[in-house]
């Protein structure tokens, strides 16, 4: 195998910044077409306003997360299905957004694929970090049914297993990953990659009962934990402080990666399981705790999970590991001290963004009509253009077409 190739995802963080990845671009809107799915496609931008307003964090001190490139993309993808992803309807099926068939692949490009390009790209910064540093979260991420080469389940890029990739391929003496996966589903993209690779060890609870039953995947699951439906947290919570404690005994990693779906909360649509808000809380502690006693470095993301109120229990989480010093960064609370810190990149876009108008014409430009930022005219006129021809019609026949699909 050849030398890895360049990649923007590596570079210097900062001391100050803690190792919190996020990126405004995470959070999909367009038209208000993300309404039609039962989703809230904004929560992680919420999770970062709730931690602000707790004032756990600042923006310049957030690692501000990068969009993964094709070549990154590559290291784990097969040019084949990145190429499918040009096809507007192989993304309304991964993404289970049927309205998505009829929109130009540019559109959806833009407005669904880039922030989820952007959040694997936050995954893979974040598997840095948490070795850099001892833990890392990105706010977003966790897309665990998507494998090299099939997508499915709103997962369209195998973040985990590029992260560990990049891991394994870059960072000498990182040879041995653990992934927990606690998300209600059972993570069959990234197991289905690690089939037959001795480094990587991979736990998963999740209710039998629901998607995806990848039997095949099952069989690269080396501490299986199936759950009945209706779960309680009790029963839950004792299963995940047996198993996880077997796990880290049995496998002494050098790299955790925390898959902390959500989905588990009673009342989720999609998970079937019971599980209260404190329950979720104080899981991700279990988790932490095991990690940081034998000084194992952990990366968390987010995974599923898309309730109204499941941004702040995913703050309130956070809240109680800080409060708990499961994870700290005395420099960056010193650096929130002194505004004379080094911003920890995007910020200097951010401030231009706001001076110039004209930057929005920027590759990396997150205004658009529907943001409080200016932009250039042509665009404007552009997504009136489309807002103006395609909202209509598109309301009416897949608001029709959705009902009859649930
Ligand atoms: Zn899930």
């Known amino acids: 195998m050849g030398r890895p190739h360049r990649t ?13 990845v996020y990126s405004p671009d995470y959070n999909i809107t367009f038209m208000g077409l993300e309404k039609l799915h039962p989703f809230d496609a904004g929560k992680w931008g919420k999770v970062i306003n709730f931690l602000k307003e707790e004032k756990l964090i600042a923006d310049d001190l957030i690692v501000q997360a990068r969009e993964a490139t094709e070549e990154d993309l590559l290291v784990v993808h097969t040019r084949r299905y990145l190429n499918k992803l040009k096809w507007s309807f192989v993304v309304a099926t991964i993404t289970e957004v049927p309205p998505l068939f009829f929109l130009p692949n540019f559109f ?69 990953a653990t992934i927990i996966d606690l998300d209600a589903h059972q993570g069959n993209g990234h197991e289905r990659d690690f089939m037959d690779d001795q480094r990587v060890y991979i736990m998963d609870v999740y209710n039998r009962y629901i998607y995806p039953g990848d039997g095949f995947a099952k069989r690269a699951i080396k501490r299986k934990v199936e759950l009945d439906g209706g779960t309680e947290d009790t029963e839950y919570l004792q299963k995940v402080q047996t198993h996880v404690e077997g796990t880290l005994n049995e496998s002494r990693p050098d790299i955790i990666i925390y898959n902390a779906g959500t989905d588990i909360l009673d009342g989720d649509p999609l998970g ?31 995974s599923g999970g898309y309730q109204k109120r499941t941004a702040r229990i995913i703050a309130d989480s956070i809240l109680n590991l800080h409060n708990l010093r499961l994870i700290d960064n005395e420099l960056a609370t010193r650096g929130a001290e002194n505004p004379k810190v080094p911003a920890c990149s995007g910020s200097l876009h951010a401030v231009m963004r706001v ?10 430009s997150r205004a658009s009509l529907w943001t409080d930022l200016p932009m250039p005219l042509c665009r404007q006129t552009n997504n009136y253009i489309y807002y103006m021809l395609l909202l209509p019609p598109l309301q009416k026949g897949c608001g029709q077409m959705w009902h009859s699909w649930r």
């Open 8 to 20: 923007e995802l590596y570079h210097d963080v900062p001391s100050a910044c803690w190792p919190i």
């Open 108 to 176: 959806v490009q833009r407005k669904v694929l880039k922030p989820l390009r952007t959040q694997t790209g936050g995954t893979i910064m974040a598997g840095k970090l948490a070795i850099d540093r001892g833990w890392a979260i990105n706010v977003g991420g966790g897309f665990h049914h998507c494998s090299s080469d099939k997508g499915g389940g709103f997962c369209a890029y195998a973040d985990i297993t590029l992260a560990v990739k990049f891991l394994f391929e870059r960072v000498e003496g990182v040879s041995k």
């Open 272 to 302: 079937g399981l019971a599980i209260s808000p404190q329950g979720i809380v104080k899981r991700d502690e279990i988790v932490f705790m095991a990690a940081r006693s034998r000084r194992i470095p952990i990366l968390m993301v987010t």
């Open 355 to 364: 001076l110039c108008p004209l930057s929005a014409c920027s590759r990396n």
